[in-house]
Nanobody, 114 residues
């Protein structure tokens, strides 16, 4: 499974960005997809995850602001980020789980200015 993340960039506080994660390869075996982020000097943390075809689960810090979705037909996962805050600044990574193996995309930088 290969993952290609895109959509990062610079946004002002209160603004919005949408990240995309295109999957290729053995995509029919993807069990879960998620978004993680890593801010400078901090550990990577889970932002949102969709397991199988269930609804997304979110970190408390993004609940009500971020929405994760998954378009099976396009083999793509999205992260709609609204009401962005400076503390959302991080490199965002998409992740997929296939039969116990974890795959990572290359990361896309999101910078939120105050």
């Amino acid at each position: 499974v290969q993952l290609q993340a895109s959509g990062g960039g610079l946004a002002q506080a209160g603004g919005s960005l949408r990240l995309s994660c295109a999957a290729s390869g053995s995509i029919s075996r993807i069990y879960a997809m998620g978004w993680y982020r890593q801010a400078p000097g901090k550990q990577r943390e889970l932002v949102a995850v969709i397991i199988s075809s269930l609804s997304a689960n979110y970190a408390d810090s993004v609940k009500g602001r971020f929405t994760m979705s998954r378009d099976i037909a396009k083999n793509t996962a999205y992260l709609q980020m609204n009401s962005l805050k400076p503390e959302d600044t991080a490199v965002y990574y998409c992740q997929a789980s296939v039969r116990g193996t974890t795959y990572w995309g290359q990361g896309t930088l999101v910078t939120v200015s105050s």
